[in-house]
């Protein structure tokens, strides 16, 4: 490996001497957060030489957004996590003003493959400046990588009459049956619109144009970014992060938001025909996510928990910004995407409290059931069999000022999340709603908390609400409300 660049260099000696500023207790306890600095999109996330690599945008200097580098750390379980030095800085000039995202492989030699987005600003004859992105490579050994000596290797030249130079990012690299490769990249087209774009390669290091894969057609918001797309439960599975939605009932809301369609893929003819859509998380936070196939089998995906319109929403204090969702695993059932904690986190548990068949009407507080590193289980029904109750809420991260609710209303079936009560003094999102099944008034809830985040699993993955929050740690009640009468089970983990 040849010797590092100054600026790679220098960013390695930064991030070993800032990481001592955070005590352990100022980060989550089981999701990865940024080693010093800003944290955004999940990168490269594979599995090499026995553990997973989660690489990530990452900008060391400042807890808010700046050039990108690639963070980079390694799990054996994807819950406990060691910081490694910075695998890209951005030092070469085809991406001289940031190393954006990307995606990972293991090469035949044994080499580990990152492909990113390069970005380079270019003033025009205008006089105006405009920000080019190309894709560009680099191979390592899992822990130093060197850029390829003939990037970037897909740029202006391959794509298509009016299709943008400027949106052009985020590719995503798999290896095919037959030893070949493929990657999809998201790009603007004429229209304004986003639509990803099939790239293939018989070596992982020259690549073809193939087609566009998929159009949005102004259907889901503007730019589409971060596609990932594989095989799952027989059918095949695109997911991508539109910006600029518009709201549709309760399934996609304002802003930058998260999408999946499900369909038929032809290897052959690389047709991909669209069946189902649904977005990916119903919360506050939740953006860009990545998969991995693990050795086992099981298909795993990582977001980032984060919303790009409430980035100053922060303990002021803290020296880092963002962190990275629970790893969820993936299935289809009945034509929708489904996500489940992953089953690691069990080993996590321990000190259950459980409660069965407890009827209460009104306010409930239960002896044990509080923290802020919690996993917490409930199901909840009317006590009365033809009498449903008119509304269930419970409150966690609470003391006497602060809190954080969970709301459903069985009339309307709405489940909601809200913050606006946690501490925050931004005028920022606070509030999301989800149109949940429910039969008589039923539901199943599973709810992680991790110090600075609350994940929320409805009917089993049916339905996620994700979001961040910032409260004092001291807030760590957790108390229960009913108008009506109801009947709930409740089972309450400590997690390690």
């Known amino acids: 490996m040849d010797e590092i660049s100054q600026r790679l260099h220098e960013v390695r000696k930064y991030e070993e001497i800032s990481e001592n500023r955070v005590a352990d207790e100022e980060r989550p306890a089981f999701h990865l957060s940024a080693r010093t600095g800003w944290m955004n999109d999940p990168n490269g996330f594979s599995f090499y030489h026995g553990k997973y690599h989660m690489f990530y945008q990452y900008h060391p200097y400042d807890s808010h957004w700046g050039p990108m580098y690639w963070g980079h750390a390694v799990s054996e379980d994807l819950l406990h996590w060691e910081y490694l030095p910075a695998a890209l800085a951005p030092d070469k000039p085809y991406d001289k003003d940031g190393c954006f995202s990307g995606s990972a492989i293991a090469l035949a030699d044994g080499c580990q493959l990152l492909m990113y987005t390069g970005v380079e600003k270019k003033e025009q004859e205008d006089g105006r400046i405009y920000e080019f992105q190309t894709q560009c490579l680099a191979t390592g050994d899992g822990l130093d990588y060197k850029k390829y000596k003939d990037n970037p290797v897909i740029d202006e030249k391959d794509l298509p009459e009016g299709f943008s130079r400027h949106d052009f990012r985020d590719p995503k690299l798999w290896k095919k049956e037959d030893g070949t490769y493929a990657c999809v990249i998201g790009n603007r087209s004429a229209d304004g619109s986003g639509q990803i774009l099939l790239f293939t390669s018989s070596d992982g290091f020259s690549w073809k144009y193939e087609k566009v894969l998929v159009e949005n057609k102004n259907r889901y918001g503007k730019m589409w970014e971060c596609p990932d797309f594989f095989f799952l439960d027989g059918q095949w599975v695109l997911i991508t992060s539109p910006q600029d939605m518009l709201p549709s009932d309760f399934e996609y809301h304002n802003g930058n938001g998260t999408l999946c369609l499900i369909g038929d893929f032809d290897e052959e003819k690389n047709v991909f025909t669209e069946q189902k859509n649904q977005s990916i998380d119903y919360g506050i936070d939740f953006y860009a ?208």
């Open 289 to 496: 996510p990545q998969t991995i196939l693990m050795p086992d089998g099981r298909r795993v995906m990582i977001g980032w928990m984060q919303n790009w319109d409430t980035c100053d929403f922060r303990a002021q204090h803290l020296t880092w910004f963002g962190q990275m969702t629970l790893p969820r695993e993936l299935s289809i059932k009945n034509g929708r995407l489904y996500q489940t904690p992953i089953k690691e986190l069990e080993k996590l548990r321990h000190s259950p409290v459980k409660y069965k068949d407890v009827f209460f009407s009104g306010d409930l507080c239960l002896e044990g059931i509080n923290g802020r590193r919690a996993d917490l289980e409930l199901i909840i029904r009317p006590s009365e069999k033809g009498v449903c109750y008119r509304k269930f809420a419970l409150r966690f991260a609470q003391n006497d000022e602060f809190w954080t609710s969970l709301s459903f209303h069985p009339g309307d079936s709405i489940i909601k999340i809200d913050r606006k009560f946690s501490g925050s003094r931004r005028a920022i999102i606070h509030q999301r709603r989800c149109l949940v099944n429910s039969e008589g008034g039923k539901l199943k809830l599973r709810i992680i908390l991790d110090r600075f985040s609350a994940e929320i699993f409805v009917n089993d993955g049916e339905h996620v609400l994700t979001i961040t929050l910032y409260t004092d740690q001291a807030a760590e009640g957790i108390r229960f409300f009913a108008d009506g009468n109801v009947q709930m089970d409740v089972i309450k983990y400590g997690l390690a």
